[in-house]
């Protein structure tokens, strides 16, 4: 892969920031750089924050001067919720950047969110998510990120992964990500980053290399009966679309 700029998106709960630290160390093991480090060389604290690098819009006063370093030759992942912007689909046209979009069944991602939120108010620790105050308010939370996954999933190039599909099947997923990367599997270099990032088996002490549950469909077993139906209804069109059942 050419690209030197890669951006990795997901759903707000659907193991984003796992999915970012597995894309990051899986490309400074095949020699691309540290962002933390390329965001303090190139004064980024602005445009890049939090741990993970994140970006909060795509829209070109931000872009622009993140995308400077990987034009000097200095291959980086960045994390994002947003949406693609004009400007990124100008971008992935012309093949300067690439983006990695991670997904959830989004009744198991506003199930997380609601949680999330709740943990922390009873901590009180407000985060994120704890203006959540209902189930309800969480779908229509996670409403709009399931337009912005519609989004990604329309632009050519990009690399669509089911938060699922990387619990039940990680090797595969792996792979798959290592071919998109242009990465060569048999290096033993990367598969130490294959050890580290495997599903309830990273390692609970370096936040970003293991699920706090992780637990596929659980949902299901949480719902009512009448929430499951109406979130159900409430998404149906998207999750026939995402690949989910009923």
């Not at 993140?66 to 980086?76: D, I, Q």
């Not at 990120?145 to 599909?165: C, D, F, K, Q």
């Not at 149906?236 to 059942?245: A, I, N, Q, T």
């Amino acid at each position: 892969m050419r690209e030197a700029l890669i951006i990795s998106a997901g759903m707000p709960r659907a193991g984003s920031g796992w999915y970012y630290n597995l894309v990051h160390d899986l490309v400074v093991a095949d020699g691309g750089q540290d962002a933390r480090l390329v965001r303090e060389q190139y004064h980024l604290q602005f445009f890049l924050t939090e741990v993970n690098c994140n970006i909060s819009t795509l829209k070109p006063f931000r872009l622009i001067p993140v995308m400077f370093p990987a034009l000097l030759g200095n291959k980086y992942v960045i994390k994002t919720h947003a949406g693609p912007t004009d400007f990124t689909r100008w971008l992935h046209h012309r093949g300067t950047i690439s983006t990695i979009y991670i997904f959830r069944d989004p009744r198991a991602a506003l199930l997380s969110a609601y949680e999330y939120g709740q943990r922390g108010l009873m901590r009180n620790r407000q985060n994120a998510f704890s203006h959540l105050t209902s189930l309800e308010s969480a779908a229509e939370f996670m409403r709009f990120y399931v337009h912005i996954w519609e989004a990604w999933s329309r632009i050519g190039g990009v690399l669509l992964v089911r938060y699922e599909n990387l619990v039940k099947d990680f090797e595969v997923e792996f792979k798959r990500l290592a071919e998109t990367l242009s990465i060569d599997m048999n290096e033993n270099k990367l598969k130490l980053v294959f050890d580290i990032y495997q599903p309830e088996r990273g390692d609970t002490q370096r936040k970003g290399t293991h699920f706090s549950k992780g637990q596929v469909d659980r949902f299901r077993r949480v719902f009512t009966l009448t929430q499951l139906e109406d979130f159900t209804s409430m998404f149906k069109p998207e999750l026939e679309r995402m690949g989910y059942s009923d």
